[in-house]
């Protein structure tokens, strides 16, 4: 809580109550004749053309999955198809008045709208515009198949572009939208404002929040909708989505022209359905899903229930909300009532809903409605709209034939290039900043009183005698940490950095005491605590363009961000084709002290995941080193710090930790200690319970131990720790991670396989108990100790001479724990 902001226990204490404002449901009342002076011809059949092309589009693809053919062609399309049939009129609706500069992010069912959105895109584009996006898009790969003997107009040309683009997608060829890695649920072309769709329900909730962050941040033209189902309102990312979106901070904090809400409508595509449940009356509490507005803030999120099943008045809803979000009073949440055909997918036979409901809302079809009010308000006749029909379906024909031939349009040849996926895990760039601007500060670095303080340290831990100099007055890893952040906010104009008590306190550990004298409120702030959206958030702002330091205050905690760390942070890079990047630094401190649900290691759990970079750093040099290129990156990287060792000094690097920018590349590893006998591979804050192990080795066996930091996990480069294996003949593996599923089990199993022959025993691991974490009294008994390493060695590698064991490491114990599940 920051100073300004006094709470006062006289006023917070009175006696009142909350008063909440009628929500409107349905309120839109014009008259198909008063639309008129809004709408000319072309922009009615515009509309209508666009309804009829999303449901032809599933149309096709229903058929396809149902009968295994189009038209008389056969085709077997063994991926998803959640289709949206029914809800044309809430998807052009809310795209009709939308251009590139609006984004959109959607659900897995979400044909529609990426069509509706790209097909305003189109209409709102000049020609020039047109060529340029489709000429550049993948060097006109896409281009090239739908141009070859077309000789239409260029806005003609790019509706074929944009139907053809987004089939080829579902069918995972090479020429889709995004080189077919994200298939169906996970479409999108970002040239006309189309971002992510989400598999995940729920999924855009919060990473839609960090787009319209992003454009707020660095003033970018524009508003931001998330598509959300209504089912998704009981999902996490949903509500601290909201949470974060609606934060007061915006408004009361934030200065200058940042003062104000976010572009952000929360729209909430209200089909009646999530899976098979009825979220009205059976799934949810709500009855009317906008409801939910009143209770996110004063301003109820001017939240509003909009039929969605009449396309214009989807469109004057998005009008009105547009003029409240180019006030600054957002965020908007908006429920457009609308319904599906269809069961969640074609295998869905819609066994929980009765026939008549169904019928019911066919009945009340919103494009043969919209159809027979064209005809009845004289404003086309049927010829005219049978002409659109024909038209449409000799397209999305045409485009199906086109991307369901393995000539023209290929999958990944993945047999010819096997690693193809695999280059495109990471982007591996490198960028001083994402925009070419001077970044916003309140005052030059070497002004700042931290930056002054650490000026004055000592950047190596000891004297030239050798001594220790004081806690305070050495060079901490937090130091190290704060330079290549500070010095990164000084460079790059959009990067941002939040979480719990990141500014006033200084960051909970304090990193970041002194960048809250740097920098303004927009691009250090707190967040609420809500793990899920920290990350989600940074994901949504980082695919915008943007560079986002979030803070995990405890490892612990990414189980409560877990979605968004093994689901959506290490995927949309690749499943954009490369289209995207993610420069997305997680900061994650492992603790200790505070026993079971704050003092875990899970750097496993992350090493896991494919596209995720993990870095963990002992020593303020390399704290600074791996952050200045964590920084520099543009993939995400998970940066675990641990809590034991923020206030270590330099011991290494004799020449201190240097004032300048320098880099130590990601996935190095270093040898901290040479030696002859047996190596000793650590990660993290164990390096200096290997170091101590080592000591006593020498000191009692005459065992030299050669200790080597990995620094990384992810990349991780084997030839320095295989070089030492030679050396020795023996490796000892340690982490403060549990050992049962560590990764410590990973890299011995590669070096095992790649230095058999060099080594004189099998890789042994010594890493945490497989218990919960105790109390800090007790955690001698849970977390590596020397002794336990030396024991190791002497059970499992090489008898020491005179040792007494007093931590049982032999396989009949090995055997015994791993029987008991512990």
Known sequence: MPKSQFINPDEARKSSQLEFKPIPVNQYNKTFEEEKANFSKEDFLRIYHDMALIREFENMLNLIKTTGGYKGVEYNHPGPAHLSMGQEAAAVGMAYNLDVDDFIFGSHRSHGEILAKGLSAIEKLDEKELEKVMTEFFDGMTLNVVKDNFKGSVKD??????????????????????????????????????????????????????????????????????????????????????????????????????????????????????????????????????????????????????????????????????????????????????????????????????????????????????????????????????????????????????????????????????????????????????????????????????????????????????????????????????????????????LIAFGEENRDWGGAFAVYRGLTEALPYHRLFNSPIAEGAIV?????????????????????????????????????????????????????????????????????????????????????????????????????????????????????????????????????????????????????ATLYVALKAADELKEKYGMEAEVIDARSLVPFNYELVLESVKKTGRILLTSDANSRGSYLNELARNIGELAFDDLDAPPVLVGSRNWITPAFELEDSFFPQPGWIIDAIHEKIVPLEGHLVKNNFTDAEQIRRSKSGV
């Open 536 to 684: 989600g958030v940074s994901i949504g702002y980082a695919m915008c363009g943007g560079r986002v330091i979030p803070e995990i205050m405890y490892c612990d905690f990414l189980g409560r961000s877990g979605d968004e760390v093994f689901n959506q942070l290490p995927k949309w890079q690749a499943m954009s084709g490369n289209v995207l990047k993610m420069p997305v630094v997680l900061r994650v401190s492992v603790g200790s002290k505070y026993g079971a649900q704050h003092s875990q290691d899970w750097t496993s759990l992350v090493a896991h995941i494919p596209g995720l970079k993990v870095v963990f750093p002992a020593t303020p040099y390399d704290a600074k080193g791996l952050m200045n290129s964590a920084l520099q990156g543009t993939d995400p990287v998970i940066f675990f710090e641990s809590q034991r060792i923020y206030d270590i000094g330099e011991q290494f690097h004799e020449e201190g930790v240097p004032e300048g920018y320098y880099e130590v590349p990601l996935g190095e590893p270093d040898v901290k200690r040479a030696g002859k006998d047996v190596t000793i591979l650590s990660i993290g």
């Open 157 to 494: 040309l790019a509706k074929r572009f944009l139907v053809y683009g987004t089939l080829a997608e579902v069918f995972a060829r090479e020429t889709g939208f995004n080189k077919g890695l994200g298939g169906s649920m996970h479409a999108f072309f970002t040239p006309f404002g189309v971002y992510p769709n989400n598999a995940i329900v729920g999924g855009s909730g919060d990473i839609a929040v960090g787009a319209a962050l992003y454009k707020k941040v660095n003033r970018k033209p524009g508003m931001v909708v998330a598509n959300i189902g209504d089912a998704s309102m009981a999902c996490g990312p949903v509500w601290e989505g909201l949470m974060f979106s609606a934060m007061d901070q915006f408004r009361e904090l934030w200065e200058g022209d940042m003062k104000g809400g976010l572009p952000l409508i929360i729209n909430v595509m209200n089909n009646q359905y999530g899976m098979g449940g009825q979220t009205c009356g059976e799934t949810m509490g709500y009855g009317v899903a906008a409801r939910v507005g009143a209770g996110v803030n004063a301003d109820q999120m001017h939240a509003e229930r909009v039929d969605g099943y009449n396309p214009l008045a989807v469109i004057d809803a998005y009008k009105r909300k547009k003029e409240v979000l180019d006030k600054k009073q957002g965020p908007v949440l908006l429920e457009i009532l609308t319904y599906r055909y269809s069961g969640h997918s074609p295998s869905d036979a819609s066994s929980y809903r009765a026939k008549e409901e169904i019928e019911a809302w066919e009945s009340q079809d919103s494009i043969r409605a919209f159809r027979k009010q064209l005809i009845e308000g004289g404003i086309a006749k049927e010829a005219e709209l049978d002409d659109i029909i024909e038209e449409i379906d000799n397209l999305i024909f045409e485009m199906f034939k086109l991307s369901i031939d393995e000539k023209v349009s290929p999958r990944m040849d993945m047999a010819k290039h096997p690693e193809l996926i695999g280059e495109m895990m990471f982007s591996d760039e490198s960028l001083d900043k994402m925009e070419d601007r001077e970044p916003e500060v309140l005052m030059p670095l070497e002004e700042n009183p931290r930056a002054k303080q650490i000026a004055r340290k000592e950047r190596y831990a000891f004297d030239k005698n050798g001594k220790p100099f004081s806690k305070m007055k050495q060079y901490q890893l937090r130091d190290g940490l704060f330079e290549a952040i500070a010095d990164r906010f000084y460079k790059d104009p959009t």
